[in-house]
């Protein structure tokens, strides 16, 4: 089974701290996203890539960066923590050219901003 | 116009009956549909994609599909109380060449069926 793990389940930052989300799939998928989902609103994607180094932005980048210098993982920077950017955070991939595209998630990271 | 609309619910059936649950989508969003399933604090899983008009069947779930109309259906037969979650629809933007399988989510319906 396609397993995507996210570093902590839980985290609590304080405003303007500077905060990495990790995340790291086994499976040697090409594609790998960063989501945030918030009630109401569904998920939305903040960045995403298709191959190491190579990263785009999604609707909702402002005040995110990404990184990726091995295949497996994909990293999510919130450069300088707000409040605004408490969420929940899922990181996903998939395998590039599969019939669905089937996006498989990881547990999710429920970031906490005070 | 939201890309993905979903009618936002919460939807409540009794066990046994089947429950609807419906997706509008824009002009930017095109070729693949799909379902994903959450429950309660655990991340979504695919259960349904459907990528041309009619009707796909799987088990007691059909996705329906009317490209037509931009609307999207997920059916759930004989609905059971562990299919309460909340129901994502999603699908991929149009754009030149490979969507690199970026999705465009609705905001979720929860679906509760109640014993």
């Known amino acids: 089974d396609v397993k995507v793990t996210q570093s902590s389940r839980y985290l609590v930052k304080r405003t303007g701290e500077k905060v990495f989300l990790e995340c790291v799939q086994d499976m040697d998928h090409e594609n790998m996203f960063w989501y945030r989902q918030d009630p109401g609103l569904g998920l939305r994607l903040i960045y995403f890539?298709?191959?190491?180094?190579?990263?785009e932005k999604g609707d909702i980048p402002e005040g995110y960066s990404v990184s990726r210098e091995k295949k497996e993982r994909f990293s999510l920077i919130l450069e300088s923590a707000s409040t605004n950017q408490t969420s929940m955070y899922l990181c996903a991939s998939s395998q590039r050219g599969s019939a669905d595209e089937k996006l498989f998630f990881g547990s999710g990271t429920q970031l906490s901003v005070l | 116009q939201k890309e993905v609309e979903q009618n936002s619910g919460p939807l409540s059936v009794p066990e046994g009956a089947i429950a609807s649950l419906n997706c509008t989508y824009s002009?930017?969003?095109?070729?693949?549909f799909f379902w994903y399933r959450q429950y309660s604090g655990k991340s979504p899983e695919l259960i349904m994609s459907?990528?041309?008009?009619g009707d796909k069947e799987d088990g007691r779930f059909t996705a329906q599909l009317n490209k037509a109309s931009q609307y999207v259906s997920l059916l759930i037969r004989d609905s059971q109380p562990s299919d309460s979650a909340t129901y994502l629809c999603a699908g991929t933007r149009n754009a030149g060449g490979t969507s690199y399988g970026k999705l465009t989510f609705g905001q979720g319906t929860i679906l509760t069926v109640h014993p």
């Open positions: 002009d930017r969003v095109s070729q693949s």
């Open positions: 459907i990528y041309s008009n």
């Open positions: 890539s298709y191959d190491v180094k190579m990263k």
